[in-house]
Each structure stands twice: as structure tokens, then as C-alpha cells.
């Protein structure tokens, strides 16, 4: 009796479940609205809500800002510096530190990271996806490493592609243009089964270069690039995503090397390959009661050979996150990652990494508790991301950040962040030649940066705070501010001299042996409005000024190894028109104040960028249901101009005019 | 007492397995949670019966009330496997799925599934925009089926309604929260 009674008991759990699925529709409106949901959460997250300085790029304004890649799109986030130093190389940091292989900034694609552990940075010309089925680009300035990692140092970009559901049909762009020479891109999304939507994609895009400083431009390169995407739910509360990529990149790219004989640098145009793919999958599951899980694998093949040596690094990661709400209004996150990377390298003349090749892991544990202190009105976040890398052995990254909403129409916020910087593997074990000069005795001089195998990572702490109000119906603000302290930036000694030769040629060759000696105070503010206009118009503006200084932290140390590359001032207004209902007239200004250089720098390298003014301005029109033309100019009041200065690797160009006509079809 | 209680436990269950119709379900549903594609479809059945929509809605006392699906996606699933047994307002609910602009002639509700860059139908007499985006109803739609901490809320743009002739009823608005409109 008692037996067949707890097999009732469980039985009418079953039986309970299921009523309340059936009869939902036997209760009225109140109760309804009144029931908790399970909701597989996209990982999104409201922005004003979010005690950080985050800026969300939607894929309204990829479209209207006419850009064609995501590094240009990157503009368009209020305290970003992006700057363009030749055809296929960008310089992309927030707050500070710029550089073509800016490390201070951890950048994902749809939970993939980019960010090369080889040389620290990303190669932009390798981040490309279909850009018209990107969500949003949410980008964090200042230390978001406890949510994100290591080398979230000052920021974290993350791609979001749209789900496939949202990808439906098909969808044909045929662009051509100056530099965009050729676009070519294609979409089928459709639907497999009751519960899966799928999509798969091929693009084909062909660019011209820009002018180079001294010498001949290169040649055109073009990027080959297809990849899916499958979103399955499975039941009502677990959802699995696969997705891919396949990239293949060919061209020219140029380059700046030391030579130890007259004219001590030689530019020149290298072939460019680069070709990879990766392949993720993702499952996450709701459980009731609000808490949610996942886990999320990924591969990810890298090759490449352009302007440093030849390489190949392949990536095998799994990450898994658990979310639940606790007592007392908490919400906790704890997560575990672990990253495997095996790296090949071949050597150049001027360039190498020695040992050559390795394999390595990196293991991090994140607990993140958020506190609705009083609900609605003063939220607290807590917490630390643990990492070990296996040059550095582990770091610790805390943070705490306080968001108090007093009314519906403000938001302030502050918070108080550690973040660190794991060395890459050319930190660590590189050399790379950078400039050459006459010496006396007519002996040529050839300096090297070399790595240091016992260099520590690089440490941040950050004070930030943050103002958002929705001041008017129409008139919205968002104001950050910052004050941080880095230490353990790179610095430089002198090491043994010695004579060589190379091809032939005798030099007195001096390594310059990296440490981390520098620290640098950065602080700034960054002001954003957006504001809506009558007439079917919307403007939107930006300010960003910052400042730093320097030092060294041992009165041992010789030099500074990295540059202030980073302009003082930078402003942004952008008007959006909706001229008619098929008609949108866009435009855009931006200046960028001049690249200052603080400390005392390598000879032989000059300060290129002065203050430039950028004005880009497009025109769409839509013909039909689905159809659209757009035509857009870039740079259009400038002829010419530099967004950076010379160093060795790439080298530098021109910035100038462009002009693009594209057409799009979806069904 | 273990007796009484089970036959008590036994008879409940049963009573229940008889109303609610046995069945196993994934497992995953637990009481009082649900999933949100699931209640916001059948919230939005709901809904419905607390809109007015003008006379020149119906051609027939005949005419099937008609939800209109643009787009694809988990909530235009659920909603086409609930109205199948649903009636609203006496009348059987047909849900198909529009691609054109001059099919919406013949809808009472559109469920716009599209991303927020597709090209904006305007407004229709008398269509009911339904939509999940967080800046649906800001930009001119007039339901927002909208999770927020844990529940659905309902976001109403009443000035988009009435602009097609169509009337939340006072339960609804007060049941809602209310929404301006960002652009003319």
C-alpha cells in the first residue's frame, strides 16, 4: 500500500507538471503576468542596467554607419581609438595603450575569443563574419576581467551574431567600390524540423590597399569566407547552438623592417595568407526557479603568414557557467574555463619566437554575485576571476561595482576593478628587430627587441564611475569617468652588443631586453548623447578626453618600451535622416586629436598623426520590398591623412577617399 | 494515518489526472514556472479579448479572427499550436503567415518576428502589432510581450492603437505598463 502510494506521489508530481502546462489557459490575465519564466537568456543583458561603461553598437547603426568591417564599426563607440595604418592592419584600443598589437583589449565572437596569444592583439582582417546578420557589438570599456579574463585589461568587445531564427531567407549583397573593390555575400536561413533553424552563409570580398608612406601600393587582397549556424531547442528549456566558420585570405600586405645598412629601413610589399576555421557548440539549459546553465566548446585553427613569420595556432577551449538566484535578492555566477593552445612558428631574418613552437593551457574560475540590495533602486556586483596561465602562473582579478537607480530616468554607477595582463608568447620568448642607424666608426647600429621568458604579466587597477539619464523623452546621456594605474608596463635595457653579420653586412647589433618597469596613470572621460529630433531625425554625439602620465617604477630601468600613441581628445556626431519612408540620408564626423609621444622613444621613428577630421556620409534608398541600394563616401574632406606613426611591422599608409555602391536583396 | 493520507493522496490524484489529462512531459516543467514562449502565447490569446477592434474589422459575423505571422521564431510556433483549439470573440482563430504587405488586409493581429533593421510595415487598419523586442513598442508597435526579471510585461503603446481605430480596455491598461512613442 505504502508502495503503490510514493508511486502515486510521484506520479502526481508528473501530473502536477503537466496541469500547470495545460491549464495555463484556463487562468486570466493577472495571473499570468503574475507567473515566473524559464528563459534561456541570450546573454543579453540590458545596457542601463550594467554597472560599467558599456556601449552596445546595434546592427542599425553597422548599416547606416556604411562601414564594411568590424574594425571600422569599432569607430563608432565613444572612447575607442581606432586607427588605420594600412590596408589590413588596424590599431583598435579604449582608453589608452594603442598599439597594432594592442593588448590591453580582449576581443569575442560570439564567445570565440580572437585575441592572438601569439602576439597578443588581433589580426582585424581575420575577424570578419557576414555583417548584416551581426546582432550588436557590445563593447565594455575599462576592466571587465572578471567577467571576461585576462587581457579584458581595458576592455572587452564582443560580437554577437543574430540566432538563425532571426536569419531566415535568403539575402544577396553585390557591392563595388574604390577600395571595397568587389562584395559579394549570400544567406540561406531556414528552418529543420519543428525546433531547429539553421543558417549558412559565403562571402567573397576583394580590397584594394591603401597608399603607402614610401613605395609601391600592394596589391589587392581578398578574403573567401563561409560558415553556419544551427539553434536547436530541445524540449522548452535547453537549447543547443552550433555554428562554424571557414576563411581563407589572400593578397599583399606591407611591410617596414630595420636593415643594418643605408637606408636602415627597407618597405616592402610581402605576400599575405591567412587562412583558418573554427567550429563551437553551445548548451545551455533554464532550470527552474530562474537559475540557468552552460557549457560551450570551441576549435579554432589560425594560419598565417604575412609580416611577422610564418605561424599556425590551434585553440581547443571549454567553458562552462552556472547562474542561480540565491537568498537575500542574490544572483550568483560561477564559472570554470579551461584553454589549450598549441602554436607553430616558423623564423624570419628579422623575426622569431624561440622556442619555436609549444603547447600551453590556461585555467580560470569566475564567481560573480550580484546583490539587489534594494530592489530596483541600489544593486551591488561582487567578484573575482582566478587564472592561471602557464608562463605566469595565477592572477587574481576582483571587482566591485555599485549601481544606484534613485528614479526611473537616472542611473549612477561606480566601481572599482583589478584586471591583469597575461605576456604573450613573443612577450615572452620573441625578438624582433626594430629600427637601425649609423653608429660612429661608420659601424651600423641594429637594435632588437628581445622577450624576457621571466616577464611578469602586466597589472591594472581601475576607479570608474558613470552617470546615465534619460533627461528628456528624446534626450538621452551617458556619462563615464576613469582613473587607473598600470604597472608592470613594458620598459627596456640594454643588453650585451655584440658584432654580427647579416648578408654580408657588419653591425654592431644591441639587444634591447624588455621588463616591466613602466607605470602609467591613465584617467579620462567619455561623454555619449543621443538625442531624437522631429522629423524623423536622430543625432548622436560624443566626447572623449583623457590624459596620462608616466614613470618608471626601478631607476635601473633605461627606456620605455611602449609609446603613448594615443590622441587627447576625440569627438563624434552622427545624424541619422529618414528622409522619406524608402529614403535615409546618414552622416558622420569625427575628429581625432594628434598622437602625442610622451616618453622618450626609440630613434629613428617620428610622430606621423596630427588631428584629422573624418566625414562619412551615405545614402539608401529603399526600391522595394526587400531591396535596397545604399551609397556611401568615406572620408570625404580629407584627401589624405595617417591614423598612426611608423614602427616596425606593418608599415604605414594613407587614409583617404572612398566611395562604395552596394545593393541588397533578401526574401 | 499513513492509510488515510494515501487514500486521500489517492483520490486527489486521480481527480487530477482525470481534469488535466496524463501525459509525461519532458520532465523539464516544474509547478509554477513555465516556459516564455509558452505563456507569452497564451497570454497574448488572452489579450486579445481585451482589444476592441473597430466594426469595419469584420466583413462577417463568419469571418475568422486572423493572427498573422511575420517571421519565424519559437513564439509564432506556439502560438499556431494554440489557436488551433482557441476562439476568440466566438469566432475560430486561423494563424497564417504574411510575407507582403497587402496580405495584411486580411489580419487582426500581426506577430512581427522580424529583426529590428527589416523594413517597418506601416500601420494598418485594423492590425494589432504584436512584437518580443525589448524597443517593439517604442518604435510604434503596440504590444510588447517582454520578459523582464523573471515575468512577462506587458507593454502597451495606446497611441499606436487608437491610431488604427483599435481600444485597450481599462482592465489591460491597468495591467500594463505604458509606453511613449520615440519618433513620429
Redesign the interface.
Known sequence: MVRSCALLLAFSFLAVAEQSAESLRSLDLEQLLSMEVTSVRRGRQRVDRTAAAVHVITQEDIRRSGVTSIPEALRLVPGMHVARINGNTWAISARGFNGPFANKLLVMIDGRTVYSPLFSGVFWDMQDTLLEDVDRIEVIRGPAAALWGANAVYGVVNVFTRRAEQTQGTLVTVGAGSEDRLTLRMRHGGRWGRNAYYRFYAQQQSRSHLPLLKGEEPGLWGLLQGGFRLDWAVGENDEITLQGDLYDSQGETPLRIATPQPPFHHVGNVPLRAAGGNVLARWTRAHRSGAESTVQSYFDNTRRDGIFMPFRVDTLDLDAVHRRPLAWRQELLVGAGLRHITDRTGARSYVALTPSAAQYSLLSATVLDEIRLRPDRLTATVGVRAERSAFTGWSLQPTARLMWTPTRRHSVWGAVSRATGTPSRFDLHGRLDQHAYAGPQGLPILSSAQGNPARQPETAAALEAGWRASLHKRLSVDVAAFRSRHNGLPSYARGQTELRVRAGVRHVFVPLLFDNDVWTDVSGVEVAASAVMPFRWRLNASYTDMWSVRGLMRPTATGNGSAWRDPRRQWRLASRWDATRHLQLDVTTHWVDRLRERAQELPGTTLQAWDHLRLDARLGWRVGEGMEWSVVGQNLLEGRHTEYELSAGPALAYVRRAVYVRFGWRR | M??AS?TI??R??TG??L?????????????????????KA??L???VH?VEWPQTAWASSAQPFTICLR????LA?RIAE?ART?AVLSRPVRVTTV???PELASCHVLLD?????A?PW?PQSPVLTVGED?AFTRSGGMVGLV?AE?????ELNRAAAERVGLRFSS??LR?SRLV?E???
Open positions: 499513513i492509510r494515501c493522496l489517492f486527489s490524484v487530477m489526472l481534469a488535466g489529462g496524463i501525459g509525461l512531459t519532458s520532465g523539464a516543467s516544474a509547478p509554477n514556472t513555465v516556459s516564455d514562449g509558452r505563456l497564451t497570454l490569446l488572452q489579450v481585451y517571421g519565424a521564431g519559437r510556433d494554440l482557441e510575407r507582403r504587405q518576428a522580424t529583426p529590428t533593421d523594413e506601416g525589448e520578459v523573471g515575468r512577462v510585461v506587458l482592465r489591460l495591467l511613449g520615440e519618433r513620429h
